[in-house]
Structures are given as structure tokens and as C-alpha cells.
């Protein structure tokens, strides 16, 4: 990981080696675009095999590889900026050297660069779609974990760009940054849904404010189990606690914690605790039903399974704004949603749960 981060790092370090002759009268050396472009084109980042996932040397070399090909990418488009700034192609390419440079290091000397090539492009380029993707990038920089303030910057892209959807992108950076403060936070989901409620950001929001304005409220859930065809419904697992669970067989991280999930199901089923899968696999017609059935009969999943058949686009687990899984809810035995934020607290939240609902001995108070 160490040869990853210097690779990257390296990146970094070329963006101070001649911004400032972007824009400059063009040298004599300066390769034609066509030739740049050609060499970006042969520089193809590695695809990776899905299949090779849980190989963590595959991973560590596909990694290492995808990097000094983005890093020499990197390089090509400076080079293309300095010697043709004003190349059509510019505006996405000096896009993907920023997302490069600014995922190779987190440290304040790369982030004090990178913020400097992104001021140079702002004051040189005449290219408007190339100015907006520089405003975006300083509103992004500014973006700081808990600061509770929308920075200026921000303000500044969406100010001059009031339509264009990358102003809720960075609310919603900004929103995450000050989660632990939830009134702030909420201010921002608040303001993202009023500002761009058609935006996949501002469905986000919204999703997330109902999770946070639903804790302690009754929960509502009725579907036919995808597995065997019976019906279930939180009313009539009422006295439960139910552990709702948003998955899908093709979410590494779900498959993953499964046999934990498992563990934790054989033993508390027989004290009034119940699964419901919530499945985000893809539609019938992709397979994922099958899938899901599959999966769930081979690995001997035993709670019910709710299949939405839509993927992310799910209305349920859209409508609760799950945007990353897995993801796990707690709807406590009087059918009211306890947790939306369970992943990883299963093991002391159920057993408190259930204490919770034992009858007191007489004299308790």
C-alpha cells in the first residue's frame, strides 16, 4: 500500500513543474495534441476481475498497476494543458488529474498544489465547461470534516452555476462532513431537498432525514417472502425485535459479515428475534431473482427475504435512503424503529433489546 501512496504521491509533485507556462506563447519541443491524445488513449487503466475480489495479492496488483497508469495519465494531461490550453478535449481529462491527484494523498502539501493548479486554470483558461470543473474542484477542497459553515467556495460554484447538479454534490459533501453535528446536518439534508429535490443527492437527503425524524416511530414493512411465497409484516412480528437488513448477493461487505449475521440468528431466533432480508439485486429479467434464490439456498440463509427487484432504484430502500450497504435497521418489540445505524452493534443492541422487554420482577421499579 506504502509503494501506492509514493506512486500517487509522485503525481502530485508534478503540478508545480509548469502550470505556470500553460497559456505562455508554445515551446518549440511541445508534442502536437494528436500525439498526446494518442498516448492518453494507449493508456488504458486496468480493468479488474470481480472474481478475483477476495484475492488480496490480485487486488494489491491491480491496484498498484491502476495507479502508475492513472499517474502517467496525469502527466499526459498537464502536458496537453501546458502546450494546447486550449484543447476541447481539456475540461473532463485535467477533471480525471484532479480526482487522480486528489486520491493519492491526503496530505496538506498535495492538497496545497492541487489547489494551486486548480487557481492557475481558474485565472488562465478561457474554456467556460473547463472554468466550471475548476470551480467545482476549489469547492470541493474546501469542503473540511466539521466545519460547520458551507464554505465560500462552495457557495461561490453554486452561485454561478445555480442549475447545474454538482451544487447539491457538494452540499451533500459538505452535510457528511458535519454529520456529528446533527443539527447542522440536518440543516444541509434540509436545504439539499429544498435546492435540488430532483437530484439524486437531494432523494439522498431525503431519505436520510427520514431516518433520522423516524427513530422511536412505528415502522412500517409488509411483503410476500421471495423464498417461499408466505406472507410477513412488522405488525405481525409484533413483541420481535427485527433486525432489518439491506443486502444483495453481489455486495462483497454483505457477503462477507453473512456468517456473523448467521451466528447472531441461531442464537437469539429462539428468544423473540427475527432477519428480514432486504434484497437490492438486480431485476427479474437480469437474473437477480434467481440469484438471490440461489445464493440464499446455498448458503442456508433462514429469515424471510424481502426481493424489491430494481437495485439501487428500489422504492423502499430508496425512499430510506440507502445509498450503501450493507445496512442494517432495529425495529424494537413494540414495532417502532429503534436504530437506523445497527451495522457492527447487533451483538449488545439485541440482547438489550430483549432485556428491555422482560417482564419486571414485582417489587422493580
Known amino acids: 500500500m506504502r509503494k501506492i501512496v509514493l506512486n500517487a504521491s509522485a503525481a502530485v509533485l508534478v503540478v508545480l513543474s509548469g502550470l505556470a507556462a ?68 481539456l475540461a473532463p481529462l485535467m477533471t480525471e488529474r ?23 486554470v481558474l485565472k488562465a ?15 470541493s477542497l474546501a469542503i473540511r470534516p466539521r466545519a460547520k459553515e458551507v464554505p ?7 452561485k454561478q452555476a445555480p442549475h447545474d447538479e454538482r451544487g447539491a454534490r457538494l452540499l451533500y459533501m459538505h452535510a457528511n462532513a458535519v454529520e456529528d453535528d446533527a ?9 439539499l431537498v429544498a435546492d435540488y429535490p430532483e437530484s439524486p443527492y437531494g432523494k439522498m437527503a431525503e431519505g436520510t432525514i427520514k431516518q433520522m425524524e423516524s427513530v422511536g416511530k412505528p415502522f412500517d414493512l409488509e411483503f410476500t417472502d421471495a ?51 432486504v434484497s437490492l439485486d438486480e431485476s427479474k429479467e437480469a437474473g437477480g431473482l434467481d440469484k438471490l434464490k440461489e445464493f440464499v439456498a446455498k448458503n442456508e ?35 417502532k424503529l429503534h436504530s437506523v445505524n445497527a451495522r457492527g452493534k447487533l451483538e449488545t443492541m439485541i440482547p438489550a433489546l430483549l432485556k428491555k422487554k422482560e417482564p419486571k420482577a414485582e417489587g422493580e421499579d
Open 22 to 89: 500553460a497559456g505562455s506563447v508554445r515551446a518549440a519541443d511541445d508534442r502536437p495534441a494528436d500525439q498526446i491524445l494518442a498516448d492518453l488513449k494507449a493508456a488504458e487503466l486496468p480493468k479488474f476481475e470481480v472474481s478475483k475480489r477476495d484475492d488480496r495479492e490480485a487486488v494489491m496488483k491491480y491496484l498498484d498497476e491502476r495507479t502508475k497508469v492513472a499517474t502517467r495519465r496525469a502527466e499526459l494531461i498537464l502536458e496537453l494543458y501546458r502546450a494546447h490550453p486550449d484543447n476541447e478535449q
Open 301 to 335: 440463509i433462514k429469515w424471510p427475504q424481502y426481493y424489491q427487484g430494481n437495485g439501487w432504484e428500489s422504492e423502499f430502500s430508496r425512499g430510506w435512503g440507502i445509498h450503501s450497504i450493507p445496512a442494517l435497521f432495529v425495529v424494537d418489540p413494540d414495532g
Open 125 to 139: 483558461t478561457k474554456n467556460e465547461t473547463l472554468r466550471l470543473n475548476a470551480l467545482f474542484e476549489k469547492g
Open 152 to 158: 465560500p467556495e462552495v457557495e461561490e460554484f453554486i
Open 98 to 120: 484532479w480526482q487522480t491527484l486528489g486520491s493519492g494523498s491526503r496530505g496538506p502539501l498535495s492538497s496545497r498544489n492541487l489547489s494551486r493548479e486548480v487557481d492557475e
Open 183 to 191: 443539527k447542522a446536518h440536518q440543516d444541509l439534508l434540509k436545504r
Open 227 to 277: 423464498i417461499n411465497d408466505s406472507p410477513v409484516s412488522i405488525k405481525g412480528l409484533k413483541g420481535k425485535v427485527v433486525v432489518i437488513d439491506f443486502w444483495a448477493t453481489w455486495c462483497g461487505p454483505c457477503v462477507a459479515e453473512l456468517p456473523e449475521m448467521k451466528k447472531l440468528y441461531e442464537e437469539y431466533r429462539g428468544q423473540g428475534v427475527e432477519f428480514i432480508g
